[in-house]
């Protein structure tokens, strides 16, 4: 059974700094892409990063590009999201989500998702 | 703002057949699959449609998906108590390059 934990939200102050991480498990970690997707309170969907299979490549939305950071560890099976420079629209439940192939392209698509991990930025 | 254009709400009466519709563009729906996510209250979302009208194992059948130009549209029929969630149509945008969502649809059962 594939399972997907998300870690380390919390409160943080504008321009702060959190990493957000995504234990998985119940399949081989190495052989998908991975995708962070976020939902501010009450509001819809947006993608925020994803990384291949291997993490050489990684993808960014143009709200975060320069401020957020995706990686993995495959011998950890764990998926990472460095934050910084954290703004108050940043604040939103964020879902780790597996993607259904290797390599991040539009051939795929997010099949496994998290529970979600809250981030809230205030001051 | 969402990308995708979908209506804020749906209801219906058990046993009847619903349909949400989700529109879109040439970048995005016209010329890319769709897919469609179930997120229960206090829950992850789980796809439900894939590749226009594909279904997992372990989803009914009571649930359907099509596409057509730059629209999709999710059917529920026979509905349940236990279908009253909200809805997410998603689709590739190539501008992006990643997924776009729609804004949700709330099913409401009566």
């Known amino acids: 059974e594939v399972q997907l934990v998300e870690s380390g939200g919390g409160l943080v102050q504008p321009g702060g700094s959190l990493r957000l991480s995504c234990a998985a498990s119940g399949f081989t970690f190495s052989s998908y892409a991975m995708s962070w997707v976020r939902q501010a309170p009450g509001k819809g969907l947006e993608w925020v990063s994803a990384t291949s299979g291997s993490g050489g490549f990684t993808y960014y939305a143009d709200s975060v590009k320069g401020r957020f950071t995706i990686s993995r560890d495959n011998s950890k099976n764990t998926l990472y999201l460095q934050m910084n420079s954290l703004r108050a629209e940043d604040t939103a439940v964020y879902y780790c989500a597996k993607w259904s192939s290797y390599y991040y392209d539009s051939s795929g698509y997010p099949d496994y998702w998290g529970q979600g991990t809250l981030v809230t930025v205030s001051s | 703002q969402s990308v995708l254009t979908q209506p804020p709400s749906a209801s219906g009466t058990p046993g009847q057949r619903v349909t949400i519709s989700c529109s879109g563009s040439s970048s995005n729906i016209g010329s890319n699959y769709v897919y469609w996510y179930q997120q229960l209250p206090g829950t992850a979302p789980k796809v439900l449609i894939y590749r226009n009208n594909q279904r997992p194992s372990g989803v009914p059948d009571r649930f359907s998906g099509s596409k057509s130009g730059t629209s999709a549209s999710l059917a529920i029929s026979g509905l349940r108590s236990e279908d009253e969630a909200d809805y997410y149509c998603?689709?590739?945008?190539?501008?992006?390059?990643?997924?776009?969502f729609g804004g949700g649809t709330k099913l409401t059962v009566l």
């Open positions: 998603a689709a590739w945008a190539d501008s992006l390059s990643g997924p776009v």
